[in-house]
């Protein structure tokens, strides 16, 4: 039970309307935190993911396409437009919001995409914790930020699992500007004295995943498949091996760097690995379907220009420090993962 004599902590967040962000909202808000998020202009209305939240106070996210109205300052949910390429907008906001807690998690976040896109990866995702980070120290508010760091950064990893003090060696354009803004967060707390995390967090999934995420577009192909409404899904390397972790676990680790005495780095994992065929089978199985293969087409543009064969984090100094351990484990993402895809076609679930 949370003590609600405390005084409301703020928290800012970048990339609120992404995976993480929203599920971070959900945790922040159940703390009773006022939550500020950043969104950028786009020309389609983009708060599904928050659209859960508004319908608790009876209205929808579309009833705010322009600036929040009054039950949006009366809740304990504030949006923002921003943009983390626009450091002003930036600094202004950090300024108005005097945030408790920063948490980074805006980004171009999609590797292959990165390959297509390099200089603006670079700017949002590298660039863009530069610009927030500078807004801090212009600012002199006193406050605690979040860098979301990625299992992407260790590449084609020298140690088998990767751990905090495994050495990067990038494999993408994403990759590297997550490198860049790693040691950004950590040169500025070390030069400024700030309060600043790296969450190295590996894959997290969901079914809030955006639907050109591996495991989400499996999960969306195969429950289409079960529906009658497709008769392939069109993949690239099988063979790939992640650790995936299920997102709503990750949040609540992120939160708690956040309350240490301390900012440090944390790798955030479940120490499993499984490649994209295995994943391809298992949510095949739980929906009944045999010889899996015969539904895949390979298609070349899914191939990357380098690939990360293998990744698998170790994430002890997470227990020994945070007390965080997943839950969720393979099988178990699987099956809520599917279930869901199942579920938005109307199609009934009932399992053992
Ligand atoms: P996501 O679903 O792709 O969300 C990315 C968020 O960034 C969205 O809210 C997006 O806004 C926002 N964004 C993109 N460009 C922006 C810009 N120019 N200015 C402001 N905001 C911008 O990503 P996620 O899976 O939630 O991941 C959250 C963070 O963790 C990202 O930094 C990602 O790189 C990192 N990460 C993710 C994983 C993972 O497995 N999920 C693992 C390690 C690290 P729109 O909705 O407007 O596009
Ligand atoms: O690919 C292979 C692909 O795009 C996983 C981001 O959240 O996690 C994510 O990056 C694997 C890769 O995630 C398809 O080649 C095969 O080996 O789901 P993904 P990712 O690249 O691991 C890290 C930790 C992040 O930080 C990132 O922000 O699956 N794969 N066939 C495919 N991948 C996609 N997307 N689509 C396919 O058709």
Redesign the pocket.
Known sequence: MENTNQAKKKAFL????????SYLTDFLLAKNYEVHG???H?SVF?RQRLEHIYQATRRSAQSFLEYGTDIEQKSNLILHY????DGSSLARLIAKIQPDEIYN??????VQISFDIPEYTGE??GL?TVRLLEAIRETKIKTKFYQ?????MFGNAEETPQKETTAFRPRSPYGCA?VYAYHTAVNYREAYGLFICNGI?????SPR??ENFVTRKIAKGVAEIVAGKRDHIYLGNLEAKRDWGY?PEYVEAMWLMMQQEQGDDYVIATGETHSVGEFTEEIFSLAGIDNWEKYIKKNPIYYRPTEINALIGDATKAKNKLGWEPKIRFKELARIMLDAELKKLGIIVIRN
Do not use: C, M, P, W
Not at 14 to 21: A, E, L, R
Not at 105 to 110: C, E, I, K, P
Not at 201 to 205: D, G, I, K, S
């Open positions: 970048t990339g609120i309307t992404g995976q993480d962000g950043l969104v950028r786009s983009n921003g943009d983390l390429s998690l805006g980004a171009q976040s999609h949002i995702t863009g979301a760091s990625s299992s992407e997550k967090l590996f894959n997290h999934e995943r955006g997102a």
